[in-house]
């Protein structure tokens, strides 16, 4: 149980162009996503907080226009990337809450923008 | 805020040597921690979890990790390292401050595990 899907595993897209990332609960409800970015040999870094029926919270220094946040049902999340640039090229892993203390992760997606 | 942080970001060990990954944590109040192992382009996957209960903790795949609070640690273990402990493992610890910052997880740099034959 408590599986977490990602859509697209990898991506490949021109600049300025937007690209969109699906995160998906399989086996259960989420009201509470997270969206995450890992550059090559660092660590995880929050982007933003994903809320059932309600905006995303996002971090400091998190462009909110860059990086719209979806959570239209509670098991879907999704992640657009606008206008992407080759800066934005990392791999994104979203979780999904399923208590208050438990995080499923998803297997990641590899944005590449050339 | 609270925070972790890994100590060493690569550890090398023989195959059947002792597997330690250090993590230190910085709380006010007693924390809930975790452990998680990222395999090459892979998400992350729990090892273990601390959460107040006993303060040994057993996890999966042969790791365990001890909460002492006196040294504000939580460090990850394994008697005998097997080539298919190679990956990445993050410490981290979960925010319980209300507001935004509910269930927000906070992740060390990260240590990487090599084991040689």
């Known amino acids: 149980g408590a599986v977490v899907s990602q859509h697209p595993s990898r991506v490949i897209c021109k600049s300025g162009t937007s690209v969109k990332i699906e995160c998906r609960s399989l086996?259960?409800?989420?009201?509470?996503m997270f969206w995450y970015r890992q550059f090559p040999k660092q660590s995880l870094m929050l982007m933003a907080t994903?809320?059932?029926?309600?905006?995303?919270?996002?971090e400091q220094g998190v462009e909110k226009d860059k990086f719209l946040i979806n959570h239209a049902s509670l098991t879907l999340s999704t992640l657009t990337v606008t206008s992407a640039h080759p800066e934005d090229s990392s791999f994104y892993i979203c979780?999904?809450?399923?208590?208050?203390?438990?995080?499923?992760f998803g297997p990641g997606t590899r944005l590449t923008v050339t | 805020a609270q925070s972790v942080t890994q100590l060493g970001s690569h550890v090398s060990v023989s195959e059947g040597a002792l597997v330690l990954l250090r993590c230190n944590y910085s709380?006010?109040?007693?924390?809930?921690l975790f452990w998680y192992v990222q395999y090459p382009n892979q998400g992350l996957q729990l090892l273990l979890k601390?959460?107040?209960?006993?303060?040994l903790v057993k996890g999966i795949n042969g790791f365990e990790a001890e909460f002492k609070k006196s040294e504000t640690s939580f460090h990850l273990t394994k008697p005998s390292a097997h080539m298919s402990d190679a990956a990445e493992y993050f410490c981290?610890?979960?925010?319980?401050?209300?507001?935004?910052?509910?269930?927000?997880?906070?992740f060390g740099q990260g240590t990487i595990l090599t084991v040689h034959p």
């Open positions: 981290a610890v979960i925010d319980e401050a209300g507001g935004t910052s509910y269930g927000k997880l906070t």
């Open positions: 086996d259960f409800q989420a009201t509470t």
């Open positions: 994903s809320n059932e029926g309600s905006k995303a919270t996002y």
């Open positions: 709380s006010s109040v007693p924390p809930y």
């Open positions: 979780s999904a809450r399923g208590s208050p203390l438990e995080q499923y």
């Open positions: 601390y959460t107040s209960a006993a303060t």
